[in-house]
């Protein structure tokens, strides 16, 4: 089993930046990719970004393309998304995802293990 923890939500106006941070314990990090959704009320999970195993290959949705930014450091089992330039819209739980098989995947139903979610509010 695999536990995420997910930690740097908050709020933030428009324009603002915010780092989110996942931390990964249960398996080797190594093994797995990451990834983030979000879903904000009434709306479904949405993909915002993944990560291989390497770190080599990301994926990016549309929305966020340009503004967030995804890594993870090996050393200290986390994945973190850097969050530029926050968009109203981008108002959401945000939640942190792994998944044990290789390649890069956007839909939520590849994922294996999912965090609690941590809370991301864009005040205009």
């Known amino acids: 089993q695999v536990q995420l923890v997910e930690s740097g939500g908050g709020l933030v106006q428009a324009g603002g930046s915010l780092r989110l941070s996942c931390a990964a314990a249960?398996?080797?990090?190594?093994?797995?990719?990451m990834g983030w959704f979000r879903q904000a009320p009434g709306t479904e999970r949405e993909f915002v970004t993944a990560i291989t195993r390497s770190g080599r290959s990301t994926l990016y949705a549309d929305s966020v393309k340009g503004r967030f930014t995804i890594s993870r450091d090996s050393a200290k089992n986390t994945v973190s998304l850097q969050m530029d330039s926050l968009k109203p819209e981008d108002t959401a739980v945000y939640f942190c995802?792994?998944?044990?098989?290789?390649?890069?995947?956007?839909?939520?139903?590849?994922?294996?293990?999912w965090g609690q979610g941590t809370q991301v509010t864009v005040s205009s």
């Open positions: 995802a792994a998944y044990r098989n290789s390649g890069i995947f956007r839909k939520w139903g590849e994922y294996d293990y």
């Open positions: 249960g398996r080797t990090f190594s093994t797995l990719g």
